[in-house]
């Protein structure tokens, strides 16, 4: 048995061998000063079997603490880290795999913001795609544009108020609520109220329910559904008065 790699002719360069045929000089367009580059093989011999938030870790340190050719260095891997999984998250876009695509973008803001054509493969992927946790970074990024930030806001507080996260949810809340009076969008900001509302509802949070409901039921004084949670909230404090004084 012959091992067929035995056959070839082997180039070793940073992070990787190059294999060529032996009736060629070299393999075209390498050159062999990449192999023999210290600054890489140091930086490879940070970073060789790391995680990928060891790598980045790795990586930021040598940009904060090195300076001349190590720190450039540094920055080009980085940024190599980061067009690679913008380039896995195209293709699975491509090949309709949104999930995967989402998951290589997770790891490409990781080393560097996404630029907008990868924001625009997250928000067409997060359409169609139930959101999780591990999105909650990349939804951030989507709210810091104008074009997405709404999309981004709608998804973000019904995520955080599952999570139990209530100071975030209302902090995403808020920022709607804002969008919303800003485009004159009333209708939606008076759903948005009761989503807020139901919010403080159910963190027994009366201090912050009560004004908001009595002040809509003054507005609206034949509202159904403003009258049930004035009537609500004053039943449950009163209960909770109950509760404390046994």
Not at 4 to 33: C, E, H, I
Not at 58 to 63: A, E, G, K
Not at 101 to 106: K, N, P, R, S, V
């Amino acid at each position: 048995h012959i091992n067929a790699m035995s056959l070839l002719k082997r180039l070793s360069f940073w992070g990787f061998d190059v294999y060529y045929p032996p009736y060629m000089n070299q393999p075209l367009g390498f050159s062999r000063t990449i192999g023999n580059d210290w600054k890489f093989k140091y930086i490879h011999e940070k970073i060789e079997n790391a995680t990928i938030e060891e790598t980045k870790n790795q990586l930021d340190n040598m940009i904060k603490y090195s300076g001349g050719d190590i720190k450039k260095d540094a920055l080009q891997v980085k940024h190599l880290y980061y067009e690679s999984y913008a380039s896995y998250a195209n293709y699975y876009y491509r090949v309709g795999q949104n999930k995967l695509a989402l998951d290589a973008i997770a790891i490409a803001r990781k080393f560097e913001s996404p630029d907008k054509s990868l924001l625009k493969i997250a928000f067409n992927c997060l359409k169609y795609t139930t959101p999780e946790p591990d999105f909650i970074p990349i939804l951030e990024d989507l709210s810091n544009e104008n074009e997405f930030k709404e999309f981004a806001w709608n998804t973000l507080h019904p995520m955080f108020e599952s999570l139990g996260d209530w100071n975030n949810a209302l902090r995403i809340m808020d920022q709607l609520e804002n969008y919303y009076k800003l485009n004159q969008m009333t209708g939606l900001q008076k759903e948005l109220e009761l989503v807020k509302v139901r919010l403080y509802l159910n963190q027994e949070n009366w201090k912050e329910a009560e004004p908001l409901i009595l002040a809509r039921y003054r507005e609206n004084p034949n509202s159904v559904i403003w009258e049930r949670l004035k009537n609500e909230v004053a039943e449950k404090k009163e209960s909770a008065k109950r509760v404390y004084a046994r």
